[in-house]
């Protein structure tokens, strides 16, 4: 069975860091690209990240580019989401989602708040 | 703001049916037949349904429908059940890496 399942996320303060996870089991990892995608409280969806599989290309929104970064590690089939500067707006439950966007994790909550 | 626009909410009769629309741009839903659906119930993850317009996945009912003219994708549901009381997402490649959402459609089954 293809899954996806997101850690990392918790309560951090405005300007703080946090690094999301996302492990990987029932396909073969490193063949496929992968996605973040956020949803705010109550929102509707919002594209975040991207990372091709062999992590040479990679997209941002606008909305975190410079702050937040994609990578991956084929060996340990997990994807990750380091991220910065962390502002009000980024509280969101964040999702990782396979390469065409048919397998989405649980989703992992991240609360930005003093 | 979303970059493709979809109406808040939507709602059709049990075994009626019930069309959500989706609107981009030229450079998005109008540029690509990359246009997808996606079902979301209270609390859970969204649900891939509908792909390239409107191909299902293994497991989605035939009642699920997508077409798509110039900028504006559709997605229809016919036989309208309880279990389709929902939020409804449409997206679309942007070009680049790219991909946009709508901002989502609550379906209300009457």
């Known amino acids: 069975e293809f899954q996806l399942v997101e850690s990392g996320g918790g309560l951090v303060q405005p300007g703080g860091s946090l690094r999301l996870s996302c492990s990987a089991s029932?396909?073969?990892?490193?063949?496929?690209?992968l996605h973040w995608v956020r949803q705010a409280p109550g929102k509707g969806l919002e594209y975040v990240s991207a990372i091709s599989n062999d992590g040479g290309i990679t997209y941002y929104a606008d909305s975190v580019k410079g702050r937040f970064t994609i990578s991956r590690d084929n060996s340990k089939d997990t994807l990750y989401l380091q991220m910065s500067s962390l502002r009000d707006d980024d509280t969101a439950i964040y999702y990782c989602v396979g390469d065409a966007f048919d397998i989405w994790g649980q989703g992992t909550m991240v609360t930005v708040s003093s | 703001q979303s970059a493709l626009t979809q109406p808040p909410s939507a709602s059709g009769s049990h075994g009626q049916s019930v069309t959500v629309s989706c609107t981009g741009t030229?450079?998005?839903?109008?540029?690509?037949?990359?246009v997808s659906w996606y079902q979301q119930h209270p609390g859970t993850a969204p649900k891939l349904i509908l792909y390239e317009v409107n191909k299902r996945p293994s497991g989605v009912p035939a009642r699920f429908s997508g077409s798509k003219s110039d900028n504006t994708a559709s997605l229809t549901v016919s036989g309208l059940q309880a279990a389709d009381e929902a939020d409804y997402y449409c997206s679309s490649y942007a070009g680049n890496n790219k991909y946009v959402f709508g901002g989502g459609t609550k379906v209300t089954v009457l």
């Open positions: 030229s450079s998005d839903v109008g540029a690509y037949d990359f």
């Open positions: 029932g396909f073969t990892f490193s063949r496929y690209g």
